[in-house]
């Protein structure tokens, strides 16, 4: 448990800086419109807490996703099979529907 808590955050904080540089750049002007910048801000605060709820590989797959990479290169980078990323993402995508699903009600 110990070592997946120290993978998860080695993971975050080698992933995690450079895509949230990404995401704070794409948010609106707080100037242009308070409203929307609030909601923006409410909605990453909640991504952030639903990502906490992944493990360290599922976390590593989603974000190297995201950042473009296809399942075959995930795999590389990572040295695990390509049908194991498949299971990662899937894991992962089926846990934050769960959350977000739970946090609606």
Partial sequence: MAFDERQR???LAQLDKPAWDEVCARLPDPALDPE????ERER????SASLKW???QELQCLLLRAEGLRYRE???V?????STVGEFLQRALRKLTRIN???RK
């Fill in 101 to 103: 699903s739970e946090n």
């Fill in 78 to 82: 990572l040295g695990i099979a390509t």
């Fill in 9 to 11: 955050y080695q993971c």
């Fill in 74 to 76: 995930i795999s590389e």
């Fill in 36 to 39: 929307q910048s609030v909601l």
């Fill in 44 to 47: 990453m605060e909640r991504l």
């Fill in 54 to 56: 992944l493990s360290a």
